[in-house]
């Protein structure tokens, strides 16, 4: 695909090249977005400046709210890689959820969010962010840490269907990739399930 090719499908058209092909654009993903997954900065072994490691990361992305108590998965969002995780935070606060507190990583936390939470009637719960060069209070971060262990049932599922399942998703087009997530998401729900009642059978 040609950089001019590539803005067009980002702005949502499709290249003129493509058109009179059928076939062209049904072979290209349109939906997918490259985007980079900043990680843990690493010491240099010479004492230098810290790096951080940035991989480029294409596709999509998963997002699920589940009960703390049971680690079932109650809502989910698919979205492209690029997109900003705290978009998805209305449709995984949903409206039947008997908890109080939201548990979320720093990515979720915004001043348009934590309105949002407040309004639902929850307490948010999500990890403080810490600004750039500077270091979290000592309160904060024990706070990120209890919140951290709260907040497990979701890396329970995510490592579930990535290493148990083996979810890999390869479609075209995010409709697919939303059938795709949520058929995993339901088969998660139904082993887990299965497990519940083997555990309370017992």
């Not at 040609?2 to 702005?11: F, L, M, N, S, Y």
């Not at 995510?158 to 290493?163: L, M, P, S, W």
Request: hydrophobic share 35%; charged share 30%.
């Amino acid at each position: 695909m040609t950089d001019a090719e590539r803005e067009t499908v980002k702005g949502g058209g499709i290249p003129e090249e493509w058109k009179g092909k059928p076939a062209k654009p049904r072979q290209k993903d349109r939906d997918r977005r490259w985007t980079l997954k900043r990680g843990r900065k690493k010491t240099c072994p010479d004492g230098g400046q810290a790096m951080q490691i940035a991989v480029p990361v294409h596709g999509y992305e998963s997002h699920i709210g589940a009960d703390r108590r049971h680690r079932l998965i109650r809502t989910w969002s698919v979205s492209d890689a690029a997109s900003h995780d705290g978009r998805a935070l209305p449709v995984l606060l949903g409206t039947s959820n008997t908890g109080s507190g939201v548990r979320a990583d720093t990515a979720y936390r915004s001043q348009r969010n934590e309105k949002r939470i407040a309004v639902a009637g929850l307490i948010s719960k999500i990890h403080f962010r810490r600004a750039p060069g500077t270091l979290l209070p000592a309160n904060r971060q024990r706070a990120n840490a209890a919140r951290s262990r709260a907040g497990s049932a979701i890396g329970h599922a995510f490592a579930d269907q990535k290493h148990r399942m083996g979810l890999f998703v390869r479609t075209i087009g995010i409709a697919r990739a939303r059938t795709r997530i949520g058929l995993a998401n339901l088969v998660y729900n139904l082993r887990r399930y299965l497990h519940l009642d083997t555990a309370a059978a017992a």
